[in-house]
């Protein structure tokens, strides 16, 4: 996952909406959102990366949702463990203890974003923040490949569509997925000049600048959107995509909580 914007309160009729890309090679082999059951027993509805294992995006049965990203590197170190089982991690260990083991082994783990939301609030945790474990409390939230909120562009320009969404939004759930998908598949790239230096040079920040990537080889494969409705509603969307942007399968879950 690589473009993730949240709201929490930015709406009455939906506390929590969450609207992300998740970029990738597209040789990777990974199974589309389902429900399925950690090896711990916890009951979510998830992707699953069949190559690390773990996943990039969970959603419990309750509404509470957890996403990783990675933070990009120049030149990356490889952690001792996938990345894909720390959203899992999030929705099945206290948040103080989880905070404890993350700061205690920040290597574990190549460089990562991590956050936890519900209804009412949620945190962020990165090993490569110098202060990391952050509460989160009302407002509209971007996060990319650096630390929460670092405005490189296409987060700026993303966080500020959804907000607008968001907060003009009536109780049509399905009229706010639709919107939501449409500007996530934003693919115009950022001027040069505005676009950040990760260390991966400039043709290549060039190519992941925009919210929406699109390759041959390697682009977004999913658009994600979650929503919880003040009532205990949760509705789900993942739209699929393949090389090309070409579109692939799309996947809706609803239920009450």
Sequence with gaps: MCLITFCLGQNPHFPLVVAANRDEFFHRPTDP???????????ILAGRDRQAG???????????????????EGTPEAGRSTRGELPLRALEEQRSELFRSLASDPDRYAGFNLIQLNQQSGWYFSNRDAHPGRHLHRGTYGLSNHLLQTPWPKLLRLRQAVDRIVETADEDADALHQQLIARLQDSEPA?????????????TERFLSSPFIVGDDYGTRATTVVTVSRSGNIRVTEQNWGPGAAKAGCQRFDWQR
């Design 191 to 203: 001027p040069d000049r505005f676009l950040p230096d990760t260390g991966v040079g400039l043709a």
């Design 33 to 43: 959102m389902a429900w399925w059951t950690s090896d711990s027993g916890l009951r």
């Design 54 to 72: 773990g996943t990039w995006l969970a959603i419990t049965p309750d509404g509470e949702v957890s996403a990783v990203t990675n933070v990009r």
